[in-house]
């Protein structure tokens, strides 16, 4: 089953923040520059997480990973935004 997470993350290290970014991309879409919407099997949360793990400085660069539950519409529809919108879901299957 499929869940959907909302990933923020604060990485002080101009590199680190490119391969983050760059990592983040395989697994979700970008709501905003450092906040991703990720629609996870339970093995791939635990594969992104691990890859996160390996890329960051935990001493000094947070995530925060929030489980919006199993509906994706739902978690849209619940999330708000002031000003520009959120980019519409993109169709087509993502492999990983």
């Given amino acids: 089953m499929r869940r959907c997470f909302l990933v923020c993350y ?8 490119r391969q983050v970014h760059r990592l983040m991309k395989a697994y979700g879409e970008p709501w905003q520059y450092s906040v991703f919407c990720c629609v996870l099997r339970s093995i791939d949360r635990v594969r992104m997480e691990t890859e996160l793990r390996d ?7 947070q995530i925060l990973i929030v489980d919006l539950g199993a509906r994706e519409d739902a978690a849209r529809e619940s999330s708000t935004f002031l000003g520009p919108g959120m980019p519409e879901p993109e169709s087509g299957m993502v492999v990983i």
């Fill in 10 to 17: 604060d990485i002080r290290d101009p590199k680190r923040l």
């Fill in 55 to 61: 890329i960051t400085n935990l001493r000094e660069d």
